[in-house]
């Protein structure tokens, strides 16, 4: 069965710097998002990538954020100078149908550490 | 905006009770409503779905119906199994135009134990 993987599955780095969080999406699916959850909270939308652009972002996104689908297979997340408060599981999702009313399919999450 | 509340965990269980886990939402419009569980060690995976009031969805013994007049959307299972021993979350489509960005509740850790 098809399945969304992503690497690394922990990530420890140092505050300030950057990050790239990699992801595999389904191979025919179209729509493409980035989701976390901080430690005891919920989990949440950060981004959502169709066409080779962002369609839809939160607040949590801002500049130090980027997304990019730089072949035909990888969907990456950056995060230009990490703060403590980037600490999170990320999770990578695809859908191969417009997401509202279809399932998302869900990677097994990265654990980024920022000390 | 949109929100889901859940019921609070954890939930312990013994085998073959009857389980019900509360989750209310607020939206404008008529957002689709699901069910995640994630298992230990694994990715969220959709449990169930209902894209519509009075509908309802089922899988592996669960079942949960779209209530808008309660804005509810309970997740039930008749007879737990130790292997449902997961993290359960009520999500929500932002529905119209959106490019789907799902609200999630804040999850519920279940525990059955044999």
């Known amino acids: 069965e098809p399945e969304v993987t992503q690497t690394p599955s922990h990530q420890v780095t140092q505050m300030g710097q950057e990050v790239i969080l990699r992801c595999v999406p389904i191979s025919n699916h179209l729509y493409f998002y980035w989701y976390r959850q901080i430690l005891g909270q919920k989990v949440e939308f950060l981004v959502s990538f169709y066409n080779n652009e962002i369609s839809e972002k939160s607040e949590i996104f801002d500049d130090q954020f980027s997304v990019e689908r730089p072949d035909g297979s990888n969907f990456t997340l950056k995060i230009r100078s990490t703060k403590l408060e980037d600490s999170a599981m990320y999770f990578c999702?695809?859908?191969?149908?417009?997401?509202?009313?279809?399932?998302?399919?869900f990677g097994p999450g990265t654990r980024l550490t920022v000390t | 905006g949109n929100s889901v509340t859940q019921m609070e965990g954890p939930v312990t269980l013994s085998e073959e009770a009857f389980l019900t886990i509360n989750c209310t939402y607020t939206?404008?419009?008529?957002?689709?409503l699901f069910w995640y569980v994630q298992y230990p060690g694994e990715g969220l995976q959709l449990l169930l779905k209902?894209?519509?009031?009075?509908d309802k969805g089922s899988n592996k013994g669960f079942e949960a119906t779209y209530r808008k007049e309660t804005t509810s959307f309970h997740l039930e299972k008749g007879s737990v199994q130790v292997s449902d021993s997961a993290v359960y979350f009520c999500v929500q489509g932002a529905g119209g135009t959106s490019y789907g960005k799902l609200t999630f509740g804040q999850g519920t850790i279940l525990t059955v134990h044999p």
């Open positions: 999702a695809s859908s191969g149908t417009e997401g509202a009313r279809g399932e998302q399919y």
């Open positions: 939206a404008t419009g008529y957002p689709s």
């Open positions: 209902a894209t519509k009031a009075d």
